[in-house]
């Protein structure tokens, strides 16, 4: 029974759209542990997110299956003033603004050294609908993107408390854009849909070095995906869109035995996939390498619950240029700065209950309209609520 349901939310999390703009296109955290604690999850052993955390946590999750959704609600808002020296503003915000986001994870202990799993997250972020045409084409004007992620991940017990983890990553992702223009304005046809798969590796190691102080970091390699053909002309080198690569550094400090605090440093290198990374004035997206910065407190008030509340904090990936802030009316994925909170209940049976909720502050980047002048801002504000179900075996 429990295979059945793992498998048919497989098959929902594959034909759910992703959108997550959180740190870039990333999302702020994977698993709902995580993402109450703002995504400090370099160090956490108590769930099967490790293929998209550290695979060498999945050494100590035991046996388990994590099941959970997310309700995402990112608020996009563009704006162009003085459009042609006119003195007059439009605004639109975009029409799609809530996204269930499904993810799932399983865990196995072979032996008492050995771990196998997988872990199965979605990641995305440019997803937006604008009623109104501020590019002046066809119809609405919006992209859609949904990448899924699956993470097949072994994880080995070098040590009593050295683990290490490797994660073969294997990507679907599709791609939808309406709305375009040419560089001289001329209305571009919309092509529909269109998909490519792809594939990299995450590898990690974990190690609790005092009885309190535990330390991990994991490294994920570029995802290299297929072409999209029908936007060869969009994405530069013939419509290849990937995954960067992306580390996390993070420690975890057990202060006292109810209070558990967790530091991780992530680095994103937008600016190793052309399409994302290079500069908008030679067809990319503009994307700046980001840093950022989680912070998060785990409580436990009692045997049955435990609190946890985060902090994180990103460079922003679009830079304050002219011509950056135009094509990222499409993506304003401008969030800096994240609020979380959640909570775990163990019920009777030993199985969990997950709850994380988060807010990323409003921020707005602003730059010269390249084409006709007058300035174009793009915002974003966003809340998730999500909830997981834990079985343990």
């Given at each position: 029974m429990k295979f059945t349901r793992v498998f048919a939310f497989m098959a929902l999390a594959g034909m759910?759209?992703?959108?997550?703009?959180?740190?870039?296109?990333?999302?702020?955290?994977?698993?709902?542990?995580?993402?109450?604690?703002?995504?400090?999850?370099?160090?956490?052993?108590?769930?099967?997110?490790?293929?998209a955390n550290n695979p060498a946590a999945m050494a100590y999750a035991g046996n388990r299956i994590d099941l959970g959704v997310d309700l995402f609600s990112p608020i996009r808002e563009a704006s162009m003033t003085n459009w042609g020296g006119s003195g007059m503003t439009a605004t639109v915000e975009s029409d799609s603004n809530y996204f269930l986001i499904p993810e799932f994870g399983y865990s196995r202990a072979v032996n008492n050294n050995l771990s196998l799993g997988v872990t199965v997250v979605g990641n995305g972020g440019m997803n937006t609908d604008y009623p109104t045409n501020l590019y002046g084409g066809n119809g609405n004007l919006g992209i859609d993107l949904m990448q899924l992620i699956v993470a097949p991940t072994a994880a080995y017990k070098v040590a009593p408390n050295h683990s290490i983890g490797i994660s073969p990553l294997l990507g679907y992702q599709r791609f939808k854009a309406e709305g375009l223009v040419t560089p001289l304005g001329a209305p571009v046809p919309n092509a529909g849909y269109d998909d490519s798969f792809g594939y990299g590796v995450r590898i990690g190691y974990l190690g609790k070095v005092t009885p309190t102080v535990t330390i991990g970091a994991a490294y994920a390699s570029k995802m290299n995906f297929e072409e999209f053909d029908k936007y060869n002309w969009l994405f530069l080198e013939n419509g290849d869109f990937d995954i960067p690569e992306n580390y996390n550094l993070g420690v975890s400090w057990q202060a006292t035995p109810v209070i558990r605090l967790a530091l991780d440093y992530q680095r994103i290198n937008y600016t190793g996939v052309d399409a994302v990374g290079q500069p908008a004035t030679v067809g990319g997206f503009g994307y700046d390498d980001v840093d950022v910065v989680k912070l998060g407190v785990e409580y436990k008030y009692s045997q049955k619950l435990t609190l946890r509340a985060g902090y994180s904090h990103t460079n922003n990936p679009i830079e304050s240029s002219p011509r950056e802030v135009t094509t990222n009316i499409l993506a304003p994925a401008v969030i800096e700065d994240h609020v979380t909170l959640g909570f775990t209940y163990t019920l009777a049976s030993g199985n969990e209950v997950t709850m994380a909720y988060m807010h990323g502050f409003e921020n707005d980047v602003s730059g010269v309209n390249p084409n006709f002048g007058g300035t174009d801002t793009i915002k974003m504000y966003q809340n998730s609520l999500g909830i997981q179900y834990s079985w343990k075996m």
């Open positions: 759910a759209g992703s959108a997550f703009a959180t740190n870039g296109y990333f999302s702020h955290g994977y698993g709902m542990k995580a993402k109450g604690m703002a995504g400090a999850a370099t160090t956490n052993t108590e769930d099967t997110f490790g293929g």
